[in-house]
């Protein structure tokens, strides 16, 4: 059980970093569209956005995107995050 605990406490912190890799990558692109990554930082963006992809499309499917005017706001993101902080503290909680 010990084992258990350990691989799902790992994936989900790697999880949890993915997610902010991806914000960076997002708010990167959203400041600048014609921003392209290169070299190691491409090879880091492509993992992380191909690994949180599922989560957050399935978040957006389900929270769609509230419209304010001419503004979009996006929370598949941050309801993501939610639920693997969430995640997060049930496994802990495991004994």
């Known amino acids: 059980m010990l084992a258990v605990k350990?691989?799902?406490?790992?994936a989900l912190q790697l999880l949890f970093w993915a997610m902010w890799v991806r914000f960076f990558v997002e708010i990167a692109r959203s400041a600048n569209p014609a921003w392209k990554p290169r070299r190691v930082i491409l090879v880091i963006a492509e993992i992380a956005l191909t690994v949180t992809d599922p989560i957050v499309k399935t978040v957006r499917r389900v929270i769609p995107t509230i419209r304010v005017g001419m503004i979009g706001l996006d929370l598949g993101w941050t309801a993501s995050m939610i639920?693997?902080?969430i995640a997060q503290g049930l496994v802990a909680s495991i004994a």
């Not at 350990?6 to 790992?10: D, F, H, R, T």
């Open 6 to 10: 350990l691989l799902l406490g790992i």
């Open 83 to 85: 639920l693997i902080v």
